[in-house]
T-cell receptor, first 113, second 112 residues
Framework: KAGVTQTPRYLIKTRGQQVTLSCSPI?????VSWYQQTPGQGLQFLFE???????NKGNFPGRFSGRQFSNSRSEMNVSTLELGDSALYLC????????????FGPGTRLTVL | GNSVTQMEGPVTLSEEAFLTINCTYT??????LFWYVQYPGEGLQLLLK?????DKGSNKGFEATYRKETTSFHLEKGSVQVSDSAVYFC???????????FGAGTTVTVRA
């Protein structure tokens, strides 16, 4: 069974731009969660999607948004990029939600210049 | 609030040494506790978990016991290998809103 895939793996953007990251969950998994990992703040929960609906949300500004498609694939969008948005963005999928085991992808490394 | 505090690294050990990584938590309700491991260049992998007090999670020689009286979930391994070199994260799943909170991570390096 293929694991969680994330594209692209690396991305370089400049301040003010926007970016879209993609996550394909494990087949059959309906829940997708997103996390931001930085040296200073560690791993922080962004949001969780289930059946195309945002079910849970962390404490991030509205510049961070996401969506989920009918095939459970998910995208995360960050608008008006700031230097502090440079991070590893991790996606995790699970069968039904956070009480099930989370399977993480390798992440997308975003650098904002 | 709910939070996880784990010992700061980095931790450097020799092969076959005993490893302990301390993790304590503050939480309301009855959280589930996890240890995740991140190998270089990879995403996180679930190492073990415990969902209620006194549960012991174990996997690949690692163990951790959910201690409600001390609000702790310390990770231990009796004899580490070079392949155990990684970053280890303690995490808590809140029972009221099902948000996953992570500790800062502890980098472990095992030398041959």
């Amino acid at each position: 069974k293929a694991g969680v895939t994330q594209t692209p793996r690396y991305l370089i953007k400049t301040r003010g731009q926007q970016v879209t990251l993609s996550c394909s969950p494990i087949s059959g998994h309906r829940s997708v969660s997103w996390y931001q990992q930085t040296p200073g703040q560690g791993l922080q929960f962004l949001f969780e999607y289930f059946s195309e609906t945002q079910r849970n949300k962390g404490n991030f500004p509205g510049r961070f948004s996401g969506r989920q498609f009918s095939n459970s694939r998910s995208e995360m969008n960050v608008s008006t990029l700031e230097l502090g948005d440079s991070a590893l963005y991790l996606c995790a999928s699970s069968l039904e939600g956070m009480t099930n085991e989370q399977f993480f992808g390798p992440g997308t490394r975003l650098t904002v210049l | 609030g709910n939070s996880v505090t784990q010992m700061e690294g980095p931790v450097t050990l020799s092969e076959e040494a005993f490893l302990t990584i301390n993790c304590t938590y503050t939480a309301t309700g009855y959280p589930s506790l996890f240890w995740y491991v991140q190998y270089p260049g990879e995403g996180l992998q679930l190492l073990l978990k415990a969902t209620k007090a006194d549960d012991k999670g174990s996997n690949k020689g690692f163990e951790a016991t959910y201690r409600k009286e001390t609000t702790s979930f310390h990770l231990e391994k009796g004899s580490v290998q070079v392949s155990d070199s990684a970053v280890y994260f303690c995490a808590l799943l809140r029972s009221n809103d099902y948000k996953l909170s992570f500790g800062a991570g502890t980098t472990v390096t095992v030398r041959a």
